[in-house]
């Protein structure tokens, strides 16, 4: 089962700060990722939404497979700007020119 997860910038993930549907499991952080303080990670059964994302104010790992860049049929990125450039990438790969995928097309 695919799994989607998000960084808790804002907040501690306590009832109410993250959406329960789909949540797997978190996990406490405390730590600095690219600048900002994060709480933890949560995890999904599921993908959230735009809407859910910005109301719980989340922000999603930057890992290839979650980057608009990302091919899912060959894995490779096709980021002009990415070191990772036409390489094949793995799960958990990322660089700094990452940039979220809307496969829902929600907004």
Same mark, same amino acid.
């Given at each position: ?24 499991? #978190? ?7 690219? &600048? ?6 949560? %995890?999904?059964?599921?993908?959230? +939404? ?15 497979? #979650? ?7 060959? &894995? ?6 990415? %070191?990772?450039?036409?390489?094949? +990438? ?18």
């Amino acid at each position: 089962m695919e799994t989607h997860s998000y960084y808790c910038t804002q907040r501690p993930p306590v009832p109410g700060s993250v959406p329960k549907n789909g949540l797997r499991s #978190t996990f406490a952080s405390e730590r600095i990722i690219r &600048g900002r303080e994060v709480y933890a990670v949560v %995890e999904y059964d599921r993908k959230l +939404t735009t809407k859910e994302i910005s109301d719980y104010e989340l922000t999603p790992v930057q890992k290839c497979e #979650t980057c608009e860049y990302h091919d899912n049929y060959t &894995g490779a990125c096709c980021n002009g700007d990415s %070191e990772h450039c036409a390489d094949f +990438t793995s799960n958990g790969d990322s660089c700094q020119d990452w940039e979220y995928k809307n496969a829902m097309g929600d907004k």
